[in-house]
């Protein structure tokens, strides 16, 4: 297995904390969105488009290229910065979030935004999503592959695991699902709401390849990418521990901020402990 | 055209209040939620009736089935979440488990529209009152305010069978002529006039009285009615009112391709022909927006109701 160098760890960390500054900032004029699940999902989201998926901002719709499918729509901030930055749309863009008007809608909209493939917003469908694109690939015989993520909530879905059943029954190696295991959705803790676990145990019981990582630490997440794709006959997913609202200190694992904009204040701290305005 | 003047009050308050008294009163009420219990309120019974409240997570499809369940084990039960998942996307939980045995399921549905705002089209729905007005046994009901809404979360805990009950998200203008005697299946007539009626339904009523104070400066006298119950329809108040004034505009928040103007247009076309307008969202998708620049774009203004009032009184002049 390659090991990933200390220079591409530091370039993905980077990479990161740009999409973090840019999706709160992007809340923040919005004056509406969902930064807890925006920034757990973050670094995945910098992993895969800065060094995992092989794709062309200059031509989104390439045949050949990997997809990504952002089942958990409501983080789209952060997916649409990753997207800003690889230079599929210009940066001054991300100022329109959720403005009349604008290409970047408050859920994924495939048919108004470059790199979006695939509308999602409503939970627990975007695996589905990626199922169908799986299968059209070895219908084509081509080598793309596909990522999914999905929120850890979305595993209450039952959508959920009617994808994952028909995922390992098709044998997908080229779909790779990845939870946000933040342990959080929108009325609080997963374990409150409806528990999960024993959640590997579940996905291996339904026929998938279960790798568990820490979804913030980029040597884990480079290397679980890579693992997956080494998998033959099923599908991967990675459950990867996250923390909802890393980065901004108050928003870390605070119910509140699942779906609220910070307000001036909060958002002058939140770019203090950033690092800076993007 | 200025509603700022007006008092504005969120429906989802109003409907919380009457949920939680509810609670107290009647010990048959169960309450389940589907991981929004916070947006659609219902955390307020929660709160107080832990044992009484069940939040399923995002499981909209299960929440349906297991609401039947608990009607048929003699539960008067309210299942809230947002419009959009809480009709499309059961629309086969609704249709088999409540509205064919005639389960006595109240479903509370917050977030219906486009003033849903920033979140933009997957979750704006503007068909939701179509897909539950075309099953049979169900009863739709649309409040034009916050204390409509309480009124009519009352009646529909009093009736006994399927509702289908939809609110917005964002406060509405309070509507002063209301009465306090909401009855379902009728609709209110909030000013008398002579030349047209203006029907509305839900955030378009207040809209229509807008418009209809406008209407008056140019000499046309509108009647306003409030359509809070679109089925069963009140038919008798829709013909009378055809009647009388010999023209129509429906006003709401919905896609006019198949909502409540559709159902009136049916019903005119079958009982009283006069010349009609329908003012709604036409037949596309939402999308992100501030509330009110989305009413402009999607043309949901009182202006929308004077032109389109303009429009059936040319025809009605004409036909004369
Ligand atoms: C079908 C459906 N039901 C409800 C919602 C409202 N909703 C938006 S996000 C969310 C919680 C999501 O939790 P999770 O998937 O864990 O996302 P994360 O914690 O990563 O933000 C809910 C219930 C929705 N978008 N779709
Ligand atoms: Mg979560």
Not at chain 1, 156 to 181: H, P
Not at chain 1, 231 to 239: Q, R
Not at chain 2, 57 to 72: L, P, T, V
Request: with cysteine; proline share 4%; net charge negative.
């Amino acid at each position: 297995m390659p090991k990933h160098s200390r220079e591409l760890i530091g370039k993905l960390e980077h990479e990161a904390l740009k999409i973090r500054r840019r999706l709160v900032r992007m809340i923040y004029q919005a004056g509406s969105g969902h930064p807890g699940g925006s920034l757990s999902a973050t670094d995945v989201i910098a992993a895969l488009y800065f060094h995992v998926l092989n794709v062309d901002p200059k031509d989104p719709s390439w045949v050949d290229r990997d997809r990504f499918v952002l089942s958990k729509g409501h983080a789209c901030p952060a997916w649409y910065a990753a997207l800003a930055e690889r230079g599929f749309f210009p940066i001054e863009e991300l100022d329109t979030l959720r403005k009349t008007g604008s290409r970047l809608q408050g859920h994924p909209d495939m048919r108004k935004t470059p790199g979006v493939e695939a509308s999602t917003g409503s939970e627990g469908q975007g695996l589905s999503n990626g199922i169908g694109m799986a299968l059209a690939a070895k219908l084509d015989r081509r080598s793309y592959r596909i990522y999914v993520m999905v929120g850890d909530g979305e595993n209450d879905c039952g959508q959920t695991w009617e994808a994952a059943m028909s995922a390992s029954f098709y044998k997908l190696d080229n779909l790779c699902a990845i939870v946000d295991r933040n342990l959080m959705q929108l009325d609080g803790p997963t374990k409150h709401i409806m528990s999960l676990e024993p959640l590997a145990d579940k996905w291996k019981a339904f026929g998938w390849k279960v790798l568990e990582i820490d979804g913030h630490n980029f040597a884990e997440i480079l290397k679980a990418f890579d693992k997956a794709e080494s998998v033959k006959g099923k599908p991967t997913v990675i459950i990867a521990r996250t923390l909802k609202g890393k980065g901004v200190s108050f928003m870390e694992g605070a119910v509140a901020f699942h779906g609220k904009a910070p307000n001036e204040e909060e958002y002058e701290q939140a770019m203090t402990e950033l690092g800076g305005e993007p | 055209m200025n509603y700022g003047a007006w008092k504005k009050e969120s429906q989802r308050d109003f409907w919380a209040k009457a949920l939680l008294e509810l609670g107290r009163e009647r010990k048959d009420i169960v309450v389940l939620s589907a991981d929004l219990s916070t947006s659609v309120k219902t955390s307020v019974f929660a709160k107080e009736f832990p044992e009484r409240h069940f939040n399923v997570g995002i499981a909209e499809q299960n929440m349906m089935s297991i609401a039947a369940g608990f009607a048929a084990s003699g539960k008067t039960v309210f299942a809230s979440t947002f419009a959009a998942f809480g009709t499309g996307r059961v629309y086969d939980q609704i249709r088999q488990s409540i509205a064919y045995p005639e389960m006595n399921v109240k479903i509370v549905a917050t977030h219906a529209g486009i003033t849903v705002g920033g979140d933009g089209a997957t979750h704006q729905i503007v068909e939701d009152i179509a897909l539950m007005r075309a099953l049979p046994n169900m009863t739709v009901v649309v409040p034009a305010d916050a204390p409509e809404t309480y009124l009519a979360i009352r009646a529909v805990a009093d009736y006994i069978g399927p509702v289908y009950l939809r609110m917005g998200r964002a406060d509405v203008p309070t509507i002063a002529s209301i009465q306090d005697d909401f009855k379902l299946g009728k609709a209110t007539v909030l000013r008398d006039g002579d030349d047209v009626t203006l029907i509305g339904t839900g955030v378009m009523v207040s809209r229509c009285l807008v418009a209809a104070d406008e209407l008056t400066k140019e000499g046309i006298d509108a009647r306003v009615l409030n359509m809070s119950t679109i089925k069963p329809l009140d038919r008798e108040a829709l013909i009378k009112a055809a009647r009388d004034t010999g023209a129509v505009v429906t006003a709401e928040e919905h896609s006019v391709t198949v909502g409540m103007g559709a159902a009136v247009a049916m019903d005119l076309a079958e009982n009283a022909h006069v010349p009609m307008k329908r003012v709604g969202i036409p037949d596309v998708f939402g999308e992100s927006g501030d509330s009110d620049e989305l009413m402009e774009k999607y043309g949901l203004t009182a202006e929308n109701i004077i032109e389109a009032t303009h429009d059936v009184m040319r025809r009605k002049g004409g036909a004369l």
